[in-house]
C-alpha cells in the first residue's frame, strides 16, 4: 500500500506503527530515517518512554537490516526481492523485537502482525507465519545457520549487517589511517550501536552548563540528552543550541581555533547547517561574519533555520566551486559515501555502491581547490568528510596540494587542544608526517568524520 494513502494512524501501539511507517518509507521512497522519524516524534508529543522505543524499533531494524533478510528469507522459504515492502517492514520489525530486545515474544508477534492488519490485512497471515518461525530458533542458532558456508568477510557481512564491500573498505580505511586491522570487529559493533542523542551549545548564545544532559566526552560545548526528541529542549527550538554529534562539532571548533587573518569565514558545502551554526556563532564573538553556501535550496533552508538566532550569516544558494571569497577561513564538508555515519544513517550502507566512491572523487577534489583558491593568503582551509574511506581523505588531500606550496597544519594537535585530550588520539597518516586527523565511532564515539587543516600561504 503506497504510504501516502494511508489511513490515520490509531493512537493504540503507536510506537510500532510509526516505526513501521518510517521503515516502508525508507524502502520505498528512499527517506532517511534520521531525518523522518524525528518529524513524525515531534507531531505526535510521545512520552519520552515510547519515544525511545520507538527510535530503537526503527534504527535496531534498519541497522540490522542485512541479518534480519537473510533469517526472513530462510523462515518464508523465498528470496527477499519477491517479498512486498509492507510485510517485509513488519518481518524485520518482528524481527529486531525477537532477537535483539527485551520485548516478550507473544507482544513482539501479535502487536506487530496488528500492524500489519491496519494497514495490508492480507499479508498479516504470512508475517505472523513468519515470525512465528523466527521466534522458535534463538539469535545464535539462526546466525550459524545463515552463515554457515560463508566466507569469512561474508559471515562479518551478515552478522554486522554492512554490505561486504564496506566490511572491506573498513578494513582498509583502518590499516591506511595507522591503526590495526583487528578493530574492524569493534567498529562494525559501534556502527549497529544506538547513538546518543548530542545537542551542541552555541557559543555566546547559551552555555553548555545551561542545557540538561551530561557533558559530552571531547566536545567543550555539547551534552548528551536522554530525550528522543531533542526539540522539547526550550534552547534547540529556539536555536541556541543545535542537535549536532560530537564529531561534527569537532569540526568546526578546531578550524575556529586556528589562528587566521581578519575577515569573513565561509562553509561552502553549509546544509543542513550544524557547523555552519557553530562557526557563525564563534565568529560572532570574534566580530566577523560568516557566508553559507549550499547548492540545494532545502539545504539552505535548513542552514537559516540552524543558524536563526544569529545575525552574522549571509545564506545563499550557490555551488561552492563558484565561490569568491576572499575568507579568512573555510569550511569545505564535502559530499561523500558517509561510510563514517553509518550508525546514525544505518540506511545508507544498503544504498550505497564501490562506484559511488569513484564518483564522488572528482568533486571532491573540485571543492578542495575551490576552498583552496577562495581562501585569503594567509587563511586557513578545513576538508572534512563523514567517510574514513582513504579515497576520500588522504588521497584526496594529498592529491589535490601535491606541489603546492599550502601548508599542512598538525590537526590532531589542534584537536587535542580544543578537547584537552592526547592528540595521538586523534592520530591519522597522511602527507608530511602525516597530520590529519581521523575520529572513529570504535574510539571516540562520535561519527567518523576526517579533518585536514591547511593554511594557504601569502
Not at 530462510?74 to 532477537?99: F, K, V
Not at 566512491?357 to 568528510?385: D, F, M
Request: aromatic share 4%; glycine share 8%.
Amino acid at each position: 500500500m503506497p504510504t501516502d494513502q494511508r489511513q490515520p494512524r490509531p493512537a493504540k501501539n503507536l510506537p510500532r506503527r510509526i516505526a513501521w511507517e518510517v521503515l516502508v518509507d525508507v524502502e520505498t521512497k528512499d527517506s532517511y530515517a534520521n531525518l523522518l522519524l524525528p518529524a513524525k516524534l515531534a507531531r505526535t508529543h510521545m512520552e519520552a518512554q515510547d519515544a525511545a522505543f520507538t527510535t530503537e524499533l526503527t534504527y535496531g531494524a534498519l541497522r540490522q537490516q542485512e541479518f534480519y533478510d537473510a533469517i526472513i528469507a530462510t523462515a518464508a522459504n523465498r528470496l527477499i526481492d519477491t517479498i512486498d515492502p509492507e510485510p517485509l517492514a513488519g518481518m524485520r520489525l518482528g524481527a529486531h523485537q525477537l532477537l535483539s530486545m527485551r520485548v516478550p515474544d507473544h507482544a513482539a508477534l501479535s502487536e506487530t502482525v496488528a500492524v500489519i492488519k491496519s494497514y495490508a490485512p492480507k499479508t498479516a497471515g504470512f508475517v505472523n507465519a513468519v515470525l512465528r518461525r523466527i521466534s522458535e530458533i534463538d539469535r545464535a542458532e539462526w546466525l550459524r545457520r545463515v552463515t554457515a558456508g560463508a566466507t569469512a568477510v561474508g559471515e562479518q557481512a551478515i552478522e554486522y549487517s554492512h554490505p561486504e564491500w564496506i566490511v572491506r573498505a573498513m578494513t582498509q580505511a583502518l590499516k591506511g589511517h595507522g591503526r590495526q586491522a583487528s578493530e574492524l570487529q569493534a567498529l562494525l559493533e559501534a556502527d549497529n550501536a544506538a547513538a546518543k542523542v548530542s545537542v551542541s551549545a552555541l557559543p555566546g548564545l547559551i552555555d553548555r552548563g545551561e542545557l540538561p544532559g551530561q557533558p559530552t566526552e571531547f566536545s567543550p560545548i555539547g551534552v548528551t540528552l536522554e530525550t528522543a526528541v531533542p526539540k522539547n529542549v526550550d534552547a534547540v527550538a529556539t536555536g541556541r543550541a543545535r542537535v549536532q554529534d560530537e564529531g561534527s562539532a569537532l569540526v568546526a571548533l578546531a578550524l575556529a581555533q586556528v589562528a587566521a587573518p581578519a575577515g569573513t569565514w565561509a562553509d561552502l558545502c553549509a546544509g543542513p547547517g550544524g557547523k555552519a551554526a557553530v562557526l557563525a556563532a564563534i565568529a560572532k564573538q570574534e566580530g566577523t561574519t560568516l557566508d553559507a553556501f549550499d547548492s540545494s535550496e532545502h539545504r539552505v533552508e535548513l542552514v537559516r533555520s540552524s543558524t536563526q538566532a544569529l545575525d552574522n550569516v549571509t545564506t545563499r544558494i550557490q555551488d561552492a566551486r563558484d565561490a569568491a571569497g576572499p575568507y579568512a577561513k573555510v569550511l569545505v564538508d564535502v559530499p561523500c559515501s558517509g561510510l563514517g555515519a553509518l550508525r546514525r544513517r544505518p540506511e545508507a550502507r544498503y544504498r550505497r555502491r564501490p562506484e559511488d566512491i569513484n564518483a564522488l572523487a572528482g568533486l571532491q577534489r573540485e571543492l578542495l581547490r575551490a576552498a583552496l583558491e577562495a581562501c585569503a593568503p594567509g587563511g586557513v582551509v578545513a576538508y572534512s568528510t563523514c567517510s574514513p574511506h582513504y579515497a576520500e581523505t588522504v588521497l584526496v588531500v594529498d592529491d589535490v596540494l601535491r606541489g603546492t606550496d599550502v601548508e599542512i597544519l598538525d590537526a590532531p594537535s589542534v584537536l587535542a587542544e580544543v578537547t584537552g585530550s592526547d592528540a595521538e588520539g586523534f592520530a591519522s597518516v597522511g602527507r608530511g608526517e602525516g597530520r590529519y586527523a581521523q575520529l572513529w565511532p570504535h574510539v571516540h564515539g562520535t561519527d567518523g568524520m576526517f579533518v585536514a587543516l591547511m593554511r594557504k600561504a601569502n
